[in-house]
């Protein structure tokens, strides 16, 4: 059974930051997508961000290009979600996303980071970001 532990998550005033973090098994891990959505009280979901664990390729949603970081510890079997210059509508439950079957990237996920299109999900942790 795959499963996802993630961690990280808080709140902050506008401006701030949060590293998240999202630990999988090894075999989860390896060679595989794995990535970040959110969803906010009362929206949809929308995809933030993404990694291939292989090779380190990252895939960002516009809305947080050049404020959010994805990155990966292959030692740790990690992916972190570096979030900076936090805004209010930053406020989600973010969850960490992957695939059963590991492989690269889908491209949905490639063109739009929409990793709520993978088929295994964590348990979710707030972010609040206050004005």
């Known amino acids: 059974q795959v499963k996802l532990v993630e961690s990280g998550g808080g709140s902050v005033q506008a401006g701030g930051s949060l590293r998240l973090s999202c630990a999988a098994s090894p075999n989860t891990y390896s060679k595989n997508c794995m990535g970040w959505f959110r969803q906010a009280p009362g929206k949809g979901r929308e995809g933030v961000a993404a990694i291939y664990t292989d090779d380190g390729s990252p895939y960002y949603a516009d809305s947080v290009k050049g404020r959010f970081t994805i990155a990966r510890d292959n030692a740790k079997n990690t992916v972190y979600l570096q979030m900076n210059s936090l805004k209010p509508e930053d406020t989600a439950m973010y969850y960490c996303?992957?695939?059963?079957?590991?492989?690269?990237?889908?491209?949905?996920?490639?063109?739009?980071?929409?990793?709520?299109?993978?088929?295994?999900w964590g348990q979710g942790t707030q972010v609040t970001v206050s004005s």
């Open positions: 996303a992957t695939q059963t079957i590991a492989g690269p990237c889908p491209f949905i996920v490639v063109i739009s980071a929409a990793t709520m299109e993978l088929d295994v």
